[in-house]
């Protein structure tokens, strides 16, 4: 069964230092999305992506995040200054475009460590 | 958005049946009801989507009466794989919009 992966599966950072989250999403999906996760706390939606720009973005997503799709097969989050708030799962997330497709599908996450 | 109210948390034993119970009351028409699971440090994963009646695949049953304004997941025969954070959601079927999640049902099935 096709996954979304995400790399790395840990982070670990100082305050201030720019972090690049990588994703894998499933082949031959279109639309494409962040959420995070504190610990101990509800998913939350970050950004969507579909057809090279964001179609969605959350509070949240301020001008300290960015979404890139910079080839056909990665999606990345980047987070310029990193803050201590920041720790938290990152979960990639991509969705298909008709029929049984169209659920999002997460991918496994990376745990940031803003220290 | 419709808000959606789940109990905490719920305990079973293996092999029995688990009904966890959302409601929705200000469910709107257009309204899909979906329910998600995660298991600890992992993504939530689709379980199961209905609009009315039940729906059954092959690893739950999606139960949803007539005025909508509840739904009850049905895990039959949970095993202690089961224990999971399980969200229910509410929106529109496509799933292309951002997904809301509420703080969701945490089963823990004991052996």
């Known amino acids: 069964e096709p996954e979304v992966t995400q790399t790395p599966s840990h982070q670990v950072t100082q305050m201030g230092q720019e972090v690049i989250l990588r994703c894998v999403p499933i082949?031959?999906?279109?639309?494409f999305y962040w959420y995070r996760q504190i610990l101990g706390q509800k998913v939350e939606f970050l950004v969507s992506?579909?057809?090279?720009?964001?179609?969605?973005k959350s509070e949240i997503f301020d001008d300290q995040f960015s979404v890139e799709r910079p080839d056909g097969s990665n999606f990345t989050l980047k987070i310029r200054s990193t803050k201590l708030e920041d720790s938290a799962m990152y979960f990639c997330?991509?969705?298909?475009?008709?029929?049984?497709?169209?659920?999002?599908?997460f991918g496994p996450g990376t745990r940031l460590t803003v220290l | 958005l419709a808000k959606t109210t789940q109990p905490i948390s719920m305990d079973s034993y293996e092999g029995q049946e688990v009904n966890i119970t959302c409601s929705h009351n200000?469910?709107?028409?257009?309204?899909?009801i979906t329910w998600y699971q995660q298991f600890p440090s992992q993504g939530p994963r689709f379980i199961i989507q209905?609009?009315?009646t039940k729906v059954t695949n092959e690893v739950a049953s999606l139960f949803i009466p007539a005025d909508r304004k509840s739904s009850t997941l049905s895990l039959p025969r949970v095993s202690l794989s089961d224990t999971a954070v399980y969200y229910c959601?509410?929106?529109?079927?496509?799933?292309?919009?951002?997904?809301?999640f509420g703080s969701g049902t945490r089963l823990q099935v004991q052996p």
């Open positions: 959601l509410v929106g529109e079927r496509t799933g292309r919009r951002a997904l809301t």
């Open positions: 082949s031959n999906h279109l639309y």
């Open positions: 997330a991509s969705r298909g475009r008709t029929g049984a497709e169209d659920t999002q599908y």
């Open positions: 200000n469910i709107a028409t257009n309204d899909y």
């Open positions: 209905g609009y009315k």
């Open positions: 992506f579909y057809n090279n720009e964001i179609s969605e």
